[in-house]
């Protein structure tokens, strides 16, 4: 399938894996993109040379190339720009922020750089800067959001820039592709459909709760200090909730979210971990491998077409 974004990264389905912390390591992201999609290494919280070594492990099982995802609130987000540089990575994309200090470095490197953004006004900026594509990522989401639904978000980041726009949020088959090409998107970009992957090192209670979770068993935690997370229902996010409600502040939220993603998805700890998920984990029912999941959505897509007119 022939789209901008295929064309621009050289993959063979418009398709993206989410740069996704601690799940996200090589071997989802070089699955991903040895199936005909881009795979991403999520950088996360992670060091720098933690980066490097996931790089280098990608590059021997795979001679498609993966890109990187930046968390730009990671302390270690200076290096890891740097890293990307001298270890040759073709695509990086960058979220939680504005990558804007690193983007002449990037370009210089010969690197596609695809930011998320959460507004219209970071994708003008964004393409200003040099951005080769943007990632309009709609709160649908699990994990950091912003405050637009993929629906409202897309169609208008598409009219404010003339580089590609990848669709995220809210989608996971078909269906949702469909809607996101509809909407103007040039490619998909999937996240939790992804943790379940068969080839996703994700612990399995943390694929278990999104395999049975449904469409209103997720949360949004820390939307009153401004870093709203949306992850499913569980007793971390009660407490949190509970305590954010009665005013908390900042640091005492965070010492209950300090480690906890790395406690689910690691762990398997699904009490007091942060199990990061989209809305649309209800309508994830069985762990399979990323290419059968990439060829499902493209053949139900494909199924879709014969039905319009
Ligand atoms: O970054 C994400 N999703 C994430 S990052 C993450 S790591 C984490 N771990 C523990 C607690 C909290 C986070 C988990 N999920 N998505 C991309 C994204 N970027 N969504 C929204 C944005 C965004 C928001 C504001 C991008 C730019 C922006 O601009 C702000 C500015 O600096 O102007």
Redesign the pocket.
């Known amino acids: 399938m022939k789209t901008k974004i295929t064309e621009l990264l050289g993959i063979t389905y418009p398709v993206i894996q989410g740069g996704m912390?601690w799940v996200a390591e090589y071997h989802l992201a070089s699955a991903v993109s040895e199936a005909g999609g881009l795979g991403l290494i999520g950088a996360?919280?992670a060091p720098a040379e933690f980066v490097r070594e996931q790089i280098r492990k990608a590059k021997e099982v795979t001679k498609k190339p993966c890109g990187v995802n930046i968390?730009l609130?990671n302390p270690e987000a200076e290096g890891i720009a740097r890293v990307v540089v001298e270890e040759g990575v073709q695509v990086v994309t960058t979220?939680?922020?504005?990558p804007g200090k690193y983007m002449a470095m990037w370009k210089e490197a010969g690197i596609k750089v695809i930011p998320?953004?959460?507004s219209a006004a970071?994708a003008k900026l964004m393409e200003r800067a040099g951005a080769d594509a943007v990632v309009a990522?709609g709160m649908e989401?699990g994990?950091?959001?912003?405050q637009l639904t993929t629906m409202a978000l897309l169609p208008q980041v598409v009219d404010a820039v003339a580089i590609p726009v990848i669709a995220a949020g809210g989608i996971a088959d078909g269906r949702g592709f469909a809607a996101a090409r509809m909407l103007g998107a040039e490619a998909v970009q999937m996240g939790t459909r992804f943790v379940v992957a068969r080839e996703s090192i994700a612990h399995d209670n943390y694929k278990k709760k999104i395999i049975a979770a449904r469409d209103i068993d997720s949360e949004v935690t820390g939307m009153s200090h401004g870093?709203p997370?949306r992850q499913l229902r569980n007793q971390m996010t009660r407490e949190y909730l509970k305590l954010e409600k009665g005013g908390a502040s900042f640091e005492e939220l965070e010492q209950l979210?300090l480690g906890a993603?790395r406690k689910a998805v690691v762990d398997g700890d699904t009490v007091n971990g942060?199990l990061?998920a989209g809305q649309i984990a209800g309508m994830i029912h069985k762990e399979q491998t990323c290419s059968e999941i990439i060829r499902e959505i493209m053949a139900e897509y494909e199924e879709l077409l014969k039905t319009i007119k």
């Open positions: 912390a996360g919280g968390m609130m979220g939680a922020g504005n998320v953004v959460a970071m990522e989401s994990g950091h959001i912003g870093h997370v979210t993603l942060t990061m």
